[in-house]
């Protein structure tokens, strides 16, 4: 079955979405405010093989913050967009196309996801254990890629070690979020000409849930 459709490319968007928000959170607030979403967005790292574009991040239930996130940035009023998202997802889109043309560092990837995956048998998602091994995969074979993606918020907050480890754990499952949307078609000019079509799959996909 082909999931090259605006369902499958608004799912994985939303996943995006999701990831760029929680990020936000993090780095204003020290938390990220929905724990399903958070440990949604982690796990979809880990699914590289998964039946469907949903479900990589679990359904739609667990997509509600991407969905909602999602609205406010297509949406016609800009004094709902949130830039600092906005600037997010433009990062992710550009780390994901140097990510996609260094084959080297897409092997590398794939195994150090091994091995995280090996770590969840003995630890939850959000172990700090687990974390820091996300955190070290996003800061050592993403981040370099650049440009870097520069994370603004409360300074109070961004200097916490764990939030730290959080916010590069989400930036990654943003990446990878971007490379299902890519396989699935996506392009930034669709973002701009089919924006009317993505809120009405959106509002579709809320719902559901």
């Known amino acids: 079955m082909s999931y090259h459709d605006l369902p499958s490319r608004c799912i994985a968007f939303a ?26 967005s982690l796990h979809s790292i880990m699914r590289t093989e998964s039946d469907s574009p949903l479900d990589v991040f679990g359904g739609y239930s667990s997509l509600s913050v991407g969905f909602n996130s999602m609205l406010e940035q297509l949406g016609n009023k800009d004094q709902k967009r949130n830039m600092q998202i906005t600037k997010y997802l433009i990062g992710m889109i550009m780390l994901e196309k140097k990510l996609s043309k260094n084959p080297g560092t897409l092997n590398l990837l794939s195994e150090r996801i091994n091995q995280v995956q090996r770590q969840l048998a003995h630890f939850e998602i959000n172990d700090n254990n687990v974390l820091s091994n996300l955190d070290a995969i996003y800061k050592e074979l993403i981040s370099p890629l650049g440009p870097r993606i520069q994370v603004n918020g409360n300074p109070t907050c961004l200097q916490q070690e764990q939030t730290q480890h959080k916010i590069r754990a989400l930036l990654l499952a943003g990446v990878r979020a971007t490379v299902l949307w890519r396989q699935l078609g996506g392009t930034r000019t669709q973002l701009i000409l089919s924006r009317k079509a993505m809120i009405h799959q959106v509002n579709q996909d809320l719902r559901r849930i």
Do not use: I, W
């Open 15 to 40: 996943g995006m979405c999701q990831a760029a928000y929680l990020v936000d959170q993090l780095s204003r607030t020290g938390s990220t405010g929905d724990q399903t979403a958070f440990e949604a």
